[in-house]
């Protein structure tokens, strides 16, 4: 029996992959509780459209990550802090404070965990630090730390 899944099942296969079944585990387990639908000719049909839909709105994301990639090389990040005479900063700035930056100064969007700092940083200076935009795009972002 094919069954389409409408959510995750473990070790069965994702929401929307169509898989074969045993009839009694197809009717007694997987559609009694939800996790699946009888994979009849128009339900094969809708997850065929489905997947497709997907794939269509993961590539236009992944195009929309390089060209937003190749934006983010051209900027520059000014983040001013307070510091003491030998240039070291009353705290450090972590992601968080660099995404505020980009939102604030060009209006760019990324969370703070997309911003990858090898550690947070606690001096004055120049830096480039690694941003992940997408899953498989990344870029670089020129951050300035300068005294207030």
């Known amino acids: 029996m094919k069954v389409v899944l409408l959510q995750d099942v473990k070790k069965m296969g994702k929401k929307g992959d169509v898989v074969e079944v045993s009839d009694g585990y197809g009717r007694n387990v997987l559609i009694r509780k939800g996790l699946g639908v009888e994979g009849t000719k128009a339900n094969l049909n809708t997850?065929?459209?489905?997947?497709e839909s997907k794939v269509f709105k993961d590539q236009?994301?992944?195009?929309?990550?390089?060209?937003?990639?190749?934006?983010?090389k051209k900027v520059k990040v000014v983040i001013k802090v307070q510091c003491g005479e030998d240039g070291r900063i009353f705290g450090s700035v972590t992601g968080k404070d660099i995404s505020e930056a980009l939102e604030k100064q060009y209006k760019f969007k990324l969370e703070k965990k997309n911003i990858r700092l090898k550690s947070p940083i606690k001096t004055l200076g120049e830096y480039d630090v690694e941003v992940w935009v997408h899953q498989q795009v990344t870029s670089t972002v020129h951050v300035s730390v300068v005294a207030e």
């Open 60 to 72: 236009v994301a992944a195009d929309e990550a390089v060209i937003m990639a190749a934006q983010l």
């Open 47 to 51: 997850a065929a459209q489905r997947q």
